[in-house]
């Protein structure tokens, strides 16, 4: 089988969860003995064309817009034509896969140029990140999401709960739809010991401070302030000895004004960016992992620290209750509750033996539900329904 897949960050340009996606899920497939041609964006130095894993990798060139959009509008341009050369050249392409709206238009172009029938995988939705379309930028995206889920042959998301969110928002039929989660290579966190961990510990906290740290896009949606607004009662309650790191790029001011407001600057350390090799070392000192979102699709994140044997706190939001068993896996806390936040939080603090067990559970859970490999094996079942339909049927 020969799929060009669609996707507008890979590694090294990491945007959000689809790079990691992208760069996980196509090596997988690339095993089980079948063709990956993914056209992706140019980042810095990175090559044009380059095999990644077993994966035909092509970077293509994307002029600056006046705005975000100007530029989206550009790169289907630019993916469109790389793409249509590619199906140009080799007429044997069974199958066109495309991530999420951004390149919707592109992949849209080329099924309906070369008549091959394309999967969608949606990622997010805009109405699921903002709770409802309140404005025309918005409205416009919602748009493309929708028609990217209309021109779809199958869509593919992240969790059950995506499944319902897909078929509220863009009336898409049910059974168009498909659950394959997440994974993680849990190998790829090394864990390295040949480090000084106390000193690199003493980076972001005193050697009495327990670690409790979130790491992931600085947005809203992404629940920092509920963790911001829990923090006082957990500093009262541990009587002063923790330290909130916040890891990830991005604007960080509307947060930290809200630690100083909170009188807890003190216990908070926003690191900005982390390279994943200083992530792997901090995740061996670290006390608990947060993940308090007000809406989350899947939450790669979360899989990460089990992969880190990290113990994990969460919201019941989205699909994290699918990734995390409450009292298994993890702690699932209520959306938006500081209270119950704080309640999950000192739960994993205070009960060190439960939270080792937490840790064990959810490490041995990866390669029950979380396996790449069985995750890829799922995604190949659904390219061969669409294939055969496809040959059923005049265009």
């Known amino acids: 089988m020969k799929i060009l897949a669609l996707a507008w960050e890979f590694p090294p340009r990491i945007v959000g969860g689809i790079a990691r996606h992208v760069a996980e899920l196509y090596p997988e497939i690339v095993k089980l003995g079948h063709e990956v041609h993914l056209v992706t964006v140019e980042f810095g130095s990175a090559p044009s064309y380059e095999i990644v894993e077993g994966i035909?990798?092509?970077?293509?060139?994307?002029?600056?817009g006046n705005d975000f959009f100007h530029w989206v509008v550009n790169m289907n341009d630019s993916m469109g034509s790389l793409g249509g050369q590619l199906l140009e050249k080799h007429?044997?392409?069974?199958?066109?896969?495309?991530?999420?709206?951004?390149?919707?238009?592109?992949?849209?172009?080329?099924?309906?140029?070369?008549?091959?029938?394309?999967?969608?995988?949606?990622?997010?939705?805009?109405?699921?990140?903002?709770n409802g379309i309140h404005n025309i930028r918005q409205q416009y995206i919602n748009?493309?999401?929708?028609?990217?889920?209309?021109?779809?042959?199958?869509?593919?998301?992240?969790?059950?709960?995506?499944?319902?969110?897909?078929?509220?928002?863009?009336?898409s039929p049910v059974d168009k739809i498909d659950v394959v989660y997440n994974g993680i290579r849990p190998e790829k966190k090394r864990h390295g010991n040949n480090f000084d961990r106390i000193k690199f510990r003493r980076r972001f906290a005193n050697d009495q401070e327990k670690i409790i740290y979130y790491v992931g896009r600085m947005t809203y949606e992404k629940g920092i302030s509920v963790l911001l607004n829990a923090a006082p009662q957990i500093i009262h309650a541990m009587g002063g000895g923790v330290k909130f790191v916040i890891i990830g790029g991005g604007n960080t001011d509307r947060l930290k004004h809200q630690a100083r407001c909170l009188g807890i600057w003190e216990q908070c350390y926003f690191t900005g960016f982390m390279s994943d090799a200083d992530l792997d070392k901090f995740q061996t000192i670290a006390d608990c992992a947060v993940f308090p979102s007000l809406y989350e699709p899947f939450g790669i994140v979360a899989l990460e620290s089990f992969a880190a044997r990290v113990p994990v706190v969460v919201s019941n939001t989205g699909g994290l209750p699918e990734v995390v068993q409450h009292n298994q896996t993890g702690i699932v806390t209520r959306a938006n509750d500081p209270d119950s936040l704080t309640w999950g939080i000192l739960s994993v603090l205070k009960n060190p033996l439960h939270s080792q067990q937490l840790v064990n559970n959810a490490y041995e859970s990866i390669a029950k539900y979380f396996s790449w490999d069985d995750l890829a094996k799922q995604t190949v079942a659904i390219y061969y329904q669409v294939i055969l339909e496809r040959s059923q049927v005049i265009w």
């Open 91 to 130: 007429d044997d392409f069974e199958l066109i896969h495309a991530h999420d709206w951004l390149v919707g238009d592109a992949a849209i172009a080329l099924k309906h140029t070369f008549k091959l029938p394309l999967v969608a995988t949606i990622h997010a939705t805009e109405y699921g990140r903002y």
């Open 56 to 64: 035909h990798l092509y970077r293509c060139p994307v002029t600056h």
């Open 143 to 171: 748009g493309k999401e929708k028609l990217l889920s209309h021109e779809a042959w199958r869509i593919i998301v992240c969790s059950k709960y995506m499944r319902q969110e897909i078929q509220r928002v863009f009336q």
